[in-house]
């Protein structure tokens, strides 16, 4: 049976002090069985959960200063992203620990007597087999990378993953939501010939999360966070490979200081967060720089500095209006009876917001740069559009992108049919290619 919240507070207070001087151990017994009892199933287990579709999976546990056990949850071959385990326990040999981000699952389990199995149950929906074996260095099935934190700002610390390597610095970011684990078994193909690293923003992953403001969370704040992390490692102008969301911080380095970097890959991130398309505008950037003009229209006391910004907002009436009437032509691939989607309640909730409204406007990007679209990409993210209108609504708000992307000097765009928005996995092979004859192409320039 698994310890009640409170026992389980209580042991972890007493654990602490299993490391003291001898003379207390005596009175320690029971808190000493609780480390030795932990110590049971710290490490790494791997199983396959036994449904018509097998998955392999892997558990990792350990300890904190605190001495409560903590643990990490990967499905190895759908997506090597590391789910933070909500709670974990164990009581005469009965484990239990349940997942609450992403997934809902939880686990029951019993560890045998040698301490290298532990038989089970995983429910995710439904019941199924789920039996750990203890791994081992030689059969992991995890990438083998090494973790470290790194501050960025006061009381801010990213996490960065080393995946190895001698050569060039390559360093990859994630999408919204996710840490730079997504790219464990992507990051690897590029070593030894180039030294991989990965780094968490802030807010996701093992990486501290600040108050969700647009200020904590603004796109320069975030390519500030990377440069930070690259000064300290000391890396001579890496190339940055971002996915999604990252293509903001892509940009805001990219714009800002070019000579800091030697190239950026967009996998599928080129959209309007990275760069905006004056012809096509965004509805949102350009509402949010009207909402800030706005604010200052009433307290403007000269009559110059009302002359401005009346000019200001006359200019950018049109503009909005252009970004709406393009917006309406979508909704109206949409059929008015639509319900609302409903969105999982995620504890991601605030900081996405926050880095939404943290969104800025980039349209020099000086730095060489590789654009790959997925183009159709998967559009489960639409239920609302009809099948026969989805790719027509994806081919209208990319095309734009598109065009403004070919028209920097730097970049270099490709389209890749019939792939999904994580491109890196859908299309591995095809952009692992694409990618290394991009960063052969900057070797050969002497970039």
């Not at 949850?73 to 590391?82: A, G, I, K, S, T």
């Not at 975030?222 to 102008?237: M, N, Q, W």
């Not at 190239?263 to 398309?277: C, F, K, P, R, T």
């Not at 990409?377 to 403004?404: F, M, R």
Request: hydrophobic share 40%; charged share 20%; net charge negative.
């Amino acid at each position: 049976m698994a310890l009640a919240p409170t026992d389980r507070e209580s042991h972890a207070e007493n654990a602490m002090l299993c490391c003291k001087p001898a003379l207390f151990l005596l009175l320690l017994l029971p808190s000493a069985a609780f480390c030795t009892h932990a110590q049971d199933i710290v490490g790494q287990w791997q199983g396959t959960i036994k449904t018509s579709s097998p998955q392999r999976v892997a558990l990792v546990v350990s300890i904190d200063s605190a001495a409560k056990l903590q643990a990490y949850f990967v499905f190895v071959d759908l997506r090597p992203e590391r789910l933070p385990v909500a709670s974990i326990s164990m009581a005469n040999g009965e484990i239990e620990f349940s997942i609450a981000t992403i997934i809902h699952g939880s686990y029951r389990g019993k560890l045998r007597d040698d301490k290298r199995r532990i038989d089970g149950t995983w429910v995710q929906g439904s019941p199924a087999p789920l039996d750990f074996q203890r791994a081992t260095t030689d059969t992991s099935w995890l990438t083998k990378s090494t973790i470290r934190s790194i501050a960025v700002a006061p009381a801010v610390s990213l996490e960065v993953i080393d995946w190895g390597g001698s050569g060039p610095p390559l360093v990859f970011l994630a999408g919204l939501t996710y840490s730079a684990h997504v790219f464990d078994n992507f990051a690897p193909k590029f070593v030894p010939k180039y030294h991989a690293y990965g780094i968490t923003r802030r807010g996701f992953g093992a990486s501290s999360s600040p108050a969700p403001t647009s200020s904590n969370y603004s796109a320069d704040q975030l390519g500030d966070d990377i440069l930070k992390v690259i000064d300290t490692l000391g890396l001579k102008r890496p190339v940055l490979i971002g996915h999604s969301i990252a293509g903001e911080e892509l940009s805001s380095i990219g714009s800002r200081y070019p000579d800091k970097i030697a190239g950026l890959v967009y996998l599928d991130a080129g959209y309007a967060h990275a760069l905006y398309s004056p012809e096509r505008g965004d509805s949102i950037l350009d509402a949010d720089e009207m909402q800030k003009d706005l604010n200052t229209f009433f307290p403007a006391q000269s009559v110059s500095a009302q002359k401005e910004i009346t000019s200001k907002l006359l200019a950018e009436i049109p503009r909005l209006q252009k970004d709406l009437e393009a917006d309406q032509k979508l909704l109206e691939l949409m059929p008015s009876s639509a319900a609302a989607q409903k969105e999982t309640e995620s504890p991601f909730a605030d900081v996405v917001t926050a880095i939404l409204k943290g969104e800025q406007k980039y349209a020099n990007i000086q730095a060489p740069a590789l654009v790959i679209f997925a183009g159709p990409h998967s559009t489960s993210g639409l239920p609302s559009v009809p099948d026969d209108k989805k790719a027509e609504y994806i081919a209208t708000k990319q095309t734009a992108q598109t065009n403004a992307f070919e028209k920097l000097k730097s970049a270099k765009v490709l389209i890749i049919p019939n792939a999904n928005h994580f491109v890196f996995e859908s299309n591995e092979q095809e952009v692992e290619k694409d990618i290394k004859n991009f960063l052969d192409t900057l070797k050969a320039e002497g970039i």
